[in-house]
């Protein structure tokens, strides 16, 4: 019988279960995916339902294939910012209202302004009350869904759903606490007197634990569920945006990494709570303890490939893999025939905190086919990756080389526009493919000790490729960059209006 560690990650768009040996070898791994609900302008749900549904069958996946195993530990992973609001009797009152959501705006403005502006509330929690936070979400659900706050017992992110399900225990850990906007980062715990400005209640905020602190164990009638041994320990885990930068292999100063999934991260390991001036780089507590996690998240970066897949690819047929479109952007040349695109497809948090940011194609001409719209939606992805890098810089942080992961990860031609475009060596590592999921199970060992620290569950993983810039290609680039920076200032006031528009029903 093989001793393993299970990780489990709940995404946007599905979830993931991977075992994983002692020896750190990937057993098996599954996804089952559920749909996502945007009932309205700017809202994105997801019913808590489905998350436990996906879970059960891809834990049962991955037992099935692996075979005879025993379970150690449990780790968890999942997206962040959701707000999944409890009843007394620990039931959804609602569908979870998810990190893309972008309606609350307002509420997130008055979150500022009650804690005295934004250099004040960057003094409570170290981070801007982003929209999409879930601060601004509880204010909104008070102030909008008054009949369903009322019976408000508690409200957890996602993964820590799965974890009331998976143990009956109510708590978190600091990096998804991190993302409530409610949380001081510097001392690592609630921010109970901003909390207290803002309207809120601290107890509607569940227990919070260091990340790899087991926080309760699997129950009878988890166990009978999900098909596993009552009495297994369950850690804290991590927000995925966190706790895949494990799997990458970047747990200390020095490298940076990209990801580039539903969602587009750069992220860096920090050995202090750094301050990010204006508040648009995240500066969130790390899975491991005493270090800290600088990241600027774009809420557009696969997502835009899947569009442009979806709806420009479509016809007769079914669309084209991912691997055809990126095989087609290989085919133009770096700048698209003088091709630019605007990824802000779902609104923006970073570089640009704006929900009615817009996207757009930029120089379309008769002569551009479809690999130079193909390699434009590619590069306008990693164009919003050199933003964040920028103002990665500008906070000290910097790095010779990129670790990177997520489904972009696996296209050559999308690795080699980030090497020519960030100037540095890309590269791969094994398993970091399987993002969340893998640094969750590796966690669970470090708890367990089956490895001694972070940094040497981290060294376990190989690299796998390498992107090395290429001069000419790098200055074309950035020529095409100082081009790209200027849109954004230029259309921001034609994206508002054309919000309202959209939301009276008049847009085209």
């Excluded at 706050?149 to 993964?159: C, D, H, W």
């Excluded at 510097?186 to 207290?196: F, H, K, N, P, Y």
């Excluded at 670790?403 to 526009?417: C, D, F, K, L, P």
Aim: hydrophobic letters at 45%; one cysteine or more.
């Amino acid at each position: 019988m093989t001793a393993c560690l299970l990780g489990i990650d709940l995404g946007t768009s599905a979830c993931k279960a991977l075992l994983l040996s002692t020896d750190a070898r990937i057993l098996a791994s599954a996804s089952v995916g559920y749909p996502v609900s945007q009932p309205r302008e700017r809202w994105v749900e997801q019913e808590p339902a489905h998350w436990i549904a996906a879970a059960r069958q891809a834990v049962a996946q991955v037992l099935q294939a692996a075979g005879s195993v025993e379970l150690l530990c449990i780790g968890l992973s999942g997206q962040m910012h959701g707000l999944t609001a409890l009843d007394q009797h620990y039931r959804p009152l609602r569908p979870a209202i998810l990190w893309n959501d972008q309606r609350n705006q307002a509420e997130a403005d008055q979150i500022t302004q009650a804690a005295g502006g934004l250099p004040s509330l960057l003094a409570h929690t170290g981070n801007r009350m982003l929209v999409g936070y879930t601060g601004g979400k509880l204010l909104w659900m008070q102030q909008h869904e008054p009949q369903w706050y009322e019976q408000l017992r508690v409200a957890l992110n996602p993964k820590d759903y799965l974890r009331y399900v998976l143990t009956g225990e109510i708590a978190t850990e600091v990096s998804d606490a991190s993302g409530t906007g409610l949380f001081d980062v510097r001392r690592r715990q609630w921010a109970t007197e901003l909390i207290a400005l803002a309207g809120l209640d601290s107890a509607h905020l569940p227990a919070c634990f260091e990340s790899q602190v087991v926080s309760g164990h699997v129950h009878a009638q988890a166990a009978a569920m999900f098909g596993i041994a009552a009495g297994i320990p369950v850690i804290g885990g991590g927000g995925d945006s966190v706790i895949q930068s494990l799997g990458a292999g970047v747990v200390a100063p020095g490298t940076l990494q990209t990801t580039i999934g539903t969602a587009g991260i750069v992220a860096a390991a920090l050995d202090q709570p750094l301050s990010s001036p204006d508040g648009r780089i995240q500066v969130f507590c790390n899975v491991a303890d005493q270090r800290w996690h600088a990241m600027g998240v774009s809420l557009n970066a696969g997502g835009a490939l899947a569009w442009f897949r979806n709806v420009l690819c479509a016809g007769a047929g079914e669309p084209p893999s991912f691997e055809a479109i990126a095989a087609a952007a290989g085919r133009s040349v770096p700048g698209a025939h003088g091709l630019l695109f605007l990824p802000y497809l779902n609104g923006e948090r970073c570089p640009h905190p704006d929900p009615s940011a817009r996207a757009a194609f930029i120089g379309l001409h008769a002569r551009h086919d479809h690999a130079d719209l193909a390699r434009s939606v590619l590069e306008g992805v990693v164009h919003s990756l050199c933003d964040m890098q920028d103002l990665m810089r500008a906070m000290g942080v910097s790095s010779a080389q990129v670790s990177t992961s997520g489904g972009g990860a696996r296209s050559a031609v999308w690795r080699q526009i980030q090497a020519d475009m960030l100037g540095c060596d890309v590269l791969t590592r094994q398993g970091a493919a399987e993002g969340a999921a893998l640094g969750a199970a590796l966690l669970a060992g470090v708890s367990m000790q089956v490895w001694p620290d972070i940094d040497h569950a981290a060294s376990l993983l190989p690299e796998l490729t390498r992107e090395r810039p290429d001069a000419t290609r790098h200055e074309r680039y950035g020529q095409a960059r100082a081009i790209y920076q200027q849109l954004y200032p230029l259309l921001t006031g034609s994206f508002a209006r054309l919000g309202a528009l959209a939301e009276l029903g008049e847009a085209p």
